[in-house]
């Protein structure tokens, strides 16, 4: 009895240790070195810290769709192990960044022009939404379901996202659930509807 009793003990003692590690690492992991070098290249000069790739958007005409231009790990490889990253957002009239999430990443938005209708959903459902103006930083917490849109009718709007992980990673909510193999009897079920209006959604998207 006794002995059950403390083994018990030592189990939860592990467990509770085990939170408190996830909670502890729940960034990217931490290195051991100073940075990270590709593989097979023994040394970098400054050229490897600078990510020139953002260049061309200064100055130039919107775009004629929502458009993001990230500067993460995979286009900026000096960013593995420094936990991370940028987006560069630009919303023309009356565009939409869908619903999506970051797995591994909050979000902090910069408005640098326009205004931008913002809004994410706790794990409550609890909406939050924001009119953000010129100026206005937001934060959309790591993992929620969230987007940005941009209500005004002639103007462009232009934000700058910085990340807490070299790389956030973005799940889109239409585009995973409606534009993968998830078999459409699955998602009528799931929506509560049926197989002719999933297809119509599926559509739309393909
Ligand atoms: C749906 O998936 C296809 C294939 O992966 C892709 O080309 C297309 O852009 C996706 N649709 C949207 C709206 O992103």
Same mark, same amino acid.
């Given at each position: 009895?006794?002995?059950?009793?403390?083994?018990?003990?030592?189990?939860?003692?592990?467990?509770?240790?085990?939170?408190?590690?996830?909670?502890?690492?729940?960034?990217?992991?931490?290195?051991?070195?100073?940075?990270?070098?590709?593989?097979g290249v023994p040394s970098v000069?400054?050229?490897? &810290? @600078?990510?020139?790739?953002?260049? +061309?958007? %200064?100055?130039?005409? =919107?775009?004629?769709?929502?458009?993001?231009?990230?500067? /993460?790990?995979?286009?900026?490889?000096?960013?593995?192990?420094?936990?991370?990253?940028?987006?560069?957002?630009?919303?023309?009239?009356?565009?939409?960044?869908?619903?999506?999430?970051?797995?591994?990443?909050?979000?902090?938005?910069?408005?640098?022009?326009?205004?931008?209708?913002?809004?994410?959903?706790?794990?409550?459902?609890?909406? &939050? @939404?924001?009119?953000?103006?010129? +100026?206005? %930083?937001?934060?959309? =917490?790591?993992?929620?379901?969230?987007?940005?849109?941009? /209500?005004?009718?002639?103007?462009?709007?232009?934000?700058?996202?910085?990340?807490?992980?070299?790389?956030?990673?973005?799940?889109?909510?239409?585009?995973?659930?409606?534009?993968?193999?998830?078999?459409?009897?699955?998602?009528?079920?799931?929506?509560?509807?049926?197989?002719?209006?999933?297809?119509?959604?599926?559509?739309?998207?393909?």
């Amino acid at each position: 009895m006794e002995s059950k009793t403390s083994s018990c003990i030592v189990l939860l003692a592990l467990a509770t240790s085990l939170v408190i590690f996830q909670m502890a690492s729940a960034g990217d992991p931490d290195i051991l070195t100073d940075f990270v070098l590709p593989l097979g290249v023994p040394s970098v000069d400054a050229s490897y &810290f @600078t990510f020139s790739g953002l260049r +061309g958007l %200064v100055g130039a005409p =919107p775009p004629e769709k929502f458009k993001v231009t990230k500067a /993460a790990m995979t286009e900026f490889p000096a960013l593995n192990g420094q936990s991370v990253s940028y987006a560069i957002l630009q919303y023309p009239a009356g565009s939409v960044n869908p619903v999506h999430t970051h797995p591994r990443s909050a979000e902090l938005l910069f408005l640098m022009s326009g205004t931008l209708e913002v809004g994410f959903i706790d794990t409550t459902n609890k909406i &939050f @939404t924001q009119t953000l103006q010129i +100026g206005d %930083v937001f934060v959309f =917490p790591k993992g929620l379901v969230h987007y940005q849109y941009n /209500a005004d009718a002639e103007n462009c709007a232009w934000g700058i996202s910085a990340f807490g992980s070299a790389n956030a990673g973005t799940v889109s909510v239409p585009n995973s659930v409606f534009n993968t193999s998830i078999p459409d009897n699955i998602l009528a079920k799931s929506f509560k509807t049926d197989i002719i209006t999933i297809q119509k959604i599926k559509a739309g998207l393909a």
